[in-house]
């Protein structure tokens, strides 16, 4: 069964760190481009950052640019990201998603279940 | 602030056809993007229901439908359907912001 089991959040205050990981099983996990999306409570869906198949390249929204770092093991079928300078926006629900092509112009064929991420003192 | 907007909320009568409009620009999907479109049932995650466009994953009913044109797309539901009452997100990629980019998402209620 394609799946993406994402793990790492939590309540962590303004200024910290956190290190999200999404472990990925069912697939070949080095042919896909990968994602991650955030949902802020009671609101839309907002990407994130996205990485490519070898980890390569990775982009990101500015609203995390220069704070979140988006990475990947292929070896260990593992997607992270590294989130330093939290700030209360980015409280949120964060997917782990699968694009369903090597290709980040394709849309996400595969989602996890999510992991919240809550920044407050 | 999404670059792609859609309506906040659409409804209809079971059986009724409603649409979801995504407007774009140039940058996203006047730029020739594909537009895909996710369904997102009340406490679940985002499930793909249209891509690149028209095209409709395995297991997706075929009474949704997708369409674009220059620089906007719409999502059709035809036969609307108790179960269909979710909100919904299209999404694309945009050359300006170097990134994919999501809707401001729509909540389609069954009356």
């Known amino acids: 069964e394609v799946q993406l089991l994402e793990s790492g959040g939590g309540l962590v205050q303004p200024g910290g760190s956190l290190r999200l990981s999404c472990s990925a099983s069912?697939?070949?996990?080095?042919?896909?481009?990968m994602t991650w999306v955030r949902q802020p409570p009671g609101k839309g869906l907002e990407w994130v950052s996205g990485i490519s198949t070898s980890g390569d390249y990775t982009y990101y929204a500015d609203s995390v640019k220069g704070r979140f770092t988006i990475s990947r093991d292929n070896s260990k079928n593992t997607l992270s990201l590294q989130m330093n300078s939290l700030r209360a926006e980015d409280t949120a629900l964060y997917y782990c998603?699968?694009?369903?092509?090597?290709?980040?112009?394709?849309?996400?064929?595969?989602w996890g279940q999510g992991t919240t991420v809550t920044v407050s003192s | 602030q999404s670059v792609l907007t859609q309506p906040p909320s659409v409804s209809g009568a079971p059986g009724q056809r409603v649409t979801i409009s995504c407007t774009g620009s140039?940058?996203?999907?006047?730029?020739?993007?594909?537009v895909h479109w996710y369904q997102q049932l009340p406490g679940t995650a985002p499930k793909l229901l249209i891509y690149a466009n028209n095209n409709r994953p395995s297991g997706v009913p075929d009474r949704f439908s997708g369409a674009k044109s220059a620089t906007s797309a719409s999502l059709a539901i035809t036969g609307l359907q108790a179960e269909d009452e979710a909100d919904y997100y299209c999404q694309s990629y945009d050359s300006s912001l170097s990134g994919s980019v999501f809707g401001t998402g729509t909540k389609v209620t069954v009356l």
């Open positions: 069912g697939f070949s996990f080095s042919s896909y481009a």
């Open positions: 140039s940058s996203n999907i006047g730029s020739s993007y594909d």
């Open positions: 998603a699968r694009y369903y092509s090597s290709s980040w112009y394709s849309g996400m064929d595969v």
